[in-house]
Each structure stands twice: as C-alpha cells, then as structure tokens.
C-alpha cells in the first residue's frame, strides 16, 4: 500500500501542478478523508494570482467530499468508511470566536478558512480535517456525490449571503452576478421568501439557471446601467435588499445605489482588489439612510452542512444544475485552466477521484 498522493498544489504564482505528496495523518482530533468528488472555485483562481499570500507548494481546494480513511484516538462520532462532507471552514470549536459563535473567524479574521489558507486544501487524493467531530458531515444516501459537494463551499456561501439580508416574507431583493455563489444566493433568497428576485449578468446560460433557481426579473448589465435598469423595474423605489457577489468595486456601488432607504447590502463577493469600497453618499442617505452594510464569510460546522444536504435530500432544489463540465482529477490541470480563463460557457467542473 503506498504512502503517497497525488496533489494540485501552487507551484508558483500564477502556476498550478500536480506533485506527490505524503498521506497525512491524523491527529487525535483529526481525521483523514480519501476524497470522491471535489470543485475548483473561482477562489482558487484568485489565490493561485496572489490574492492571499501562500507559500509555493500549498495544496489547493477547499470544496470535497469522500470517504473516512482514518480517525484519531478521540474523534468517536465518525468511522472509517463513512460518506462525509467537508466545509471550506473548518473551526476548533473552542476559541473565544467560535464561543461566540462566529466560527468563520476561529482564533483571528478569516481564520476558519484553513484549508489552503493555513494549511494543505483538499484537492488531492486523500486530505485532513481538524477537530473531525464537528467538522464533519454524513451524506444522507439519497444525495450523490455531485450534490454534496456544493453544500462544501457554494451553498453555505450563498445561503450565508442571503442570510444576511434579513430578509421578511415577500420582501424584493437584487443579486448582482450568478456566477456558482450568487445562483447559491438566488436559491436561498426563494427559499426564505422574497416575493421578488431581481437577478443581474450577462450569460444568457446563468440566466436560464437563475430562472429556473427562483429568478422573476434578470438584467443584463451590457444592456445598460444596472442601478438604472433595477430602478425602472422597481418604478424608482429600489429593492428592500442587494446582493453583491462579484467582488469588484464597481458591483458594490451598484449595489448600494439600487437600495431603498432602510435596506441592507450583502456582500459575499472576494475583494482582492486593494481599492478601497465606494460609498455614495447621496444613495448612503448623507449617513442617516439606515442602511445595513454587512460581509461575511460562510459559517463552519456540521449542523450547518446537515440542514443544507437535508433541502438537497427532500428536493428542494438540485445544485448539480450548475455543473457544466466534468473532469477525471488526472485532468485537474485543464479544468483550473478553464475556470481561470471562464471559457466554454464554464459555471463550475466536478472533478472525480477513482
């Protein structure tokens, strides 16, 4: 039995290759998954551009599931051979964050994000996971591999976005960009009840997915000013919410212009940009418009995970709709080269684990 695996790693920036690496090993609190299925996400494109600051060699991926290889002396609610769920934030569950019950910032800001971040990601054959009794998450048999991994990262993001929204039944809300997060966000805003989903790209397949995720209005921002665009649908009012999920300077202004006084802008796009947030100070209400601002980045453990393959589970909606294209992990290097490049009408590639 070998003692070695394959591994995307950063090679350099700007460069991704596959090495061998060592299988790891758990620790007491740890356990080691043999992956099945995993994603690439636009984050890790932005990484691997020096959007946040890895050493070389660094395994990419924080969007897997698979199969309990190995568990440590102390983790007893998981057994090897189970089907498991992995969120991108892993926390310990025990700082003064994560008591607090903000576990996307276990022990500092972003902290929960280790896989890549602070250590090896889980873009290889086999990977780690902290403090395995919370982190991780049985696959109920009634959803596929395919459908798993999105709860692992797209899901809880986009949920978390629309989330933050606060939004009350029949309330309208704006979602700017339907990339894989914000179709997860255009999900969780019908799930929760907005009576209008305003949804704002330029892809007409991401327009055919929005619709049929809960979209009633789409906008195409080559048409025209989107801040334009959404009032004239609004008949000037604006919407009661706005979700960015792009990450550029430009989409969080749109955003908070379309708003109607006492709304609240979501942002769950990646700002690697270090161009400082635009404020309008006419559409802030001159700072007296009560307007809510507030990002996040998605929550970890596997009471959230649980619920989210539960929706899946009962029917609720199917997330594998996003996938566009499929890869053996032999040919990981192509399909990272396809997201970094969006080409070929490409929404998000399932790799697959023999």
């Given at each position: 039995?070998?003692?070695?695996?394959?591994?995307?790693?950063?090679?350099?920036?700007?460069?991704?290759?596959?090495?061998?690496?060592?299988?790891?090993?758990?620790?007491p609190n740890d356990a080691v998954v043999r992956t099945t299925a995993a994603m690439v996400c636009t984050s890790d494109v932005h990484t691997v551009g020096g959007g946040i600051p890895i050493p070389p060699n660094r395994t990419l991926g924080h969007e897997s599931v698979g199969i309990v290889h190995a568990v440590g002396s102390e983790v007893d609610c998981f057994t090897v051979g189970q089907r498991v769920a992995v969120g991108a934030i892993t926390p310990c569950f025990e700082c003064s964050a994560c008591q607090a019950g903000s576990t996307s910032h276990c022990q500092g800001m972003l902290g929960g994000y280790r896989a890549t971040g602070a250590r090896d990601g889980n873009m290889a054959e086999y990977f780690l996971v902290n403090n395995a009794n919370g982190n991780l998450t049985p696959i109920p048999d009634e959803v596929t591999d395919e459908q798993a991994v999105y709860?692992?990262?797209?899901?809880?993001?986009?949920?978390?976005?629309?989330?933050?929204?606060?939004?009350?039944?029949?309330?309208?809300?704006?979602?700017?960009?339907?990339?894989?997060?914000?179709?997860?966000?255009?999900?969780?805003?019908?799930?929760?009840?907005?009576?209008?989903?305003?949804?704002?790209?330029?892809?007409?397949?991401?327009?055919?997915?929005?619709?049929?995720?809960?979209?009633?209005?789409?906008?195409?921002?080559?048409?025209?000013?989107?801040?334009?665009?959404?009032?004239?649908?609004?008949?000037?009012?604006?919407?009661?919410?706005?979700i960015e999920a792009v990450g550029t300077t430009r989409t969080f202004d749109t955003a908070l212009r379309i708003l109607k006084p006492r709304g609240r802008l979501s942002n769950i796009g990646y700002h690697e940009s270090s161009a400082p947030l635009p404020i309008d100070i006419q559409a802030f209400g001159l700072g007296h418009a009560d307007i809510k601002i507030r990002g996040g980045l998605c929550p970890g453990g596997n009471e959230r995970l649980g619920r989210l393959l539960g929706l899946i589970a009962r029917g609720r909606f199917d997330?594998?709709?996003?996938?566009?294209?499929?890869?053996?992990?032999?040919?990981?290097?192509?399909?990272?080269?396809?997201?970094?490049?969006?080409?070929?009408?490409?929404?998000?590639p399932l790799i697959t684990f023999g």
């Open positions: 039995m070998t003692d070695t695996m394959k591994a995307l790693v950063m090679a350099e920036i700007g460069k991704v290759a596959v090495v061998d690496k060592p299988i790891p090993a758990p620790g709860v692992t990262d797209m899901l809880t993001t986009g949920f978390m976005g629309a989330e933050n929204c606060e939004l009350q039944l029949g309330e309208s809300v704006a979602i700017i960009g339907q990339g894989p997060v914000g179709l997860s966000a255009t999900i969780g805003c019908r799930l929760l009840g907005a009576g209008r989903i305003i949804v704002v790209d330029s892809v007409p397949a991401r327009f055919d997915l929005a619709r049929q995720f809960g979209a009633d209005d789409i906008v195409d921002f080559t048409h025209g000013d989107v801040a334009e665009q959404v009032l004239a649908l609004t008949a000037g009012e604006g919407v009661d919410a706005a997330p594998s709709l996003m996938t566009t294209h499929k890869y053996a992990f032999a040919d990981i290097e192509e399909a990272f080269a396809r997201m970094h490049d969006k080409s070929d009408g490409i929404i998000k």
